[in-house]
C-alpha cells in the first residue's frame, strides 16, 4: 500500500504558506512534491496539503492508500467528516468527495518527528513563493 505523507506550512497567520507531499510507493520509488500556495493560515495549508495530495493519487490512479498526518485537525476531521470551524467545511467536503473515490484510504496522525520529510517539503514551498 503506498504510503503519502503530507504536510502544511506556514510563515505567519496568515503568510506566506506552503504544501509538502512524500509519496512511498514501497518499492523504492518516491515522490516529492513542495507546493507553494500564496498567503494563507497553518490550518488552511494543511488542508490544501491534504487536498493537493489527493488529486496526485486520483490522475495517478493509486487507489489503495494510507495517509499520514502530523496533524491532529487534519485527522480528527477526515476520521469524523465533521469540522467545528465552518470555514473548513469546504475543504472538508472536497476531500471526502476525493476519498470517497478511492478503493481503500486510510488516515494515521503521526508525530511530527516523523513527518519531517513533508514538513522540510512544506518549508522548502514557503521560499517557491517569494
Same mark, same amino acid.
Given at each position: 500500500?503506498?504510503?503519502?505523507?503530507?504536510?502544511?506550512?506556514?510563515?505567519?497567520?496568515?503568510?506566506?504558506?506552503?504544501?509538502?507531499?512524500?509519496?512511498?510507493?514501497?518499492?523504492?520509488?518516491?515522490?516529492?512534491?513542495?507546493?507553494?500556495?500564496?498567503?494563507?493560515?497553518?490550518?488552511?495549508?494543511?488542508?490544501?496539503?491534504?487536498?493537493?495530495?489527493?488529486?496526485?493519487?486520483?490522475? =495517478?490512479? %493509486?487507489?489503495?492508500?494510507?495517509?499520514? *498526518?502530523?496533524?491532529? &485537525?487534519?485527522?480528527? +476531521? !477526515?476520521? /469524523?467528516?465533521?469540522?467545528?470551524?465552518?470555514?473548513?467545511?469546504?475543504?472538508?467536503?472536497?476531500?471526502?468527495?476525493?476519498?470517497?473515490?478511492?478503493?481503500?484510504?486510510?488516515? =494515521?496522525? %503521526?508525530?511530527?518527528?516523523?513527518?519531517? *520529510?513533508?514538513?522540510? &517539503?512544506?518549508?522548502? +514551498? !514557503?521560499? /517557491?513563493?517569494?
Amino acid at each position: 500500500m503506498v504510503e503519502v505523507y503530507i504536510d502544511g506550512a506556514s510563515a505567519g497567520d496568515p503568510g506566506w504558506s506552503g504544501a509538502g507531499i512524500f509519496i512511498n510507493y514501497k518499492n523504492g520509488q518516491v515522490e516529492h512534491h513542495a507546493v507553494p500556495l500564496g498567503p494563507m493560515s497553518n490550518h488552511e495549508a494543511e488542508y490544501e496539503a491534504l487536498i493537493y495530495a489527493l488529486e496526485i493519487c486520483l490522475e =495517478k490512479k %493509486i487507489n489503495m492508500v494510507s495517509f499520514r *498526518t502530523d496533524s491532529k &485537525l487534519i485527522d480528527d +476531521a !477526515i476520521e /469524523k467528516r465533521y469540522v467545528k470551524n465552518k470555514k473548513y467545511q469546504p475543504y472538508l467536503e472536497e476531500a471526502v468527495k476525493m476519498i470517497d473515490q478511492l478503493d481503500l484510504f486510510f488516515m =494515521k496522525w %503521526i508525530p511530527s518527528n516523523q513527518n519531517k *520529510t513533508a514538513d522540510a &517539503l512544506a518549508r522548502q +514551498a !514557503i521560499r /517557491k513563493n517569494k
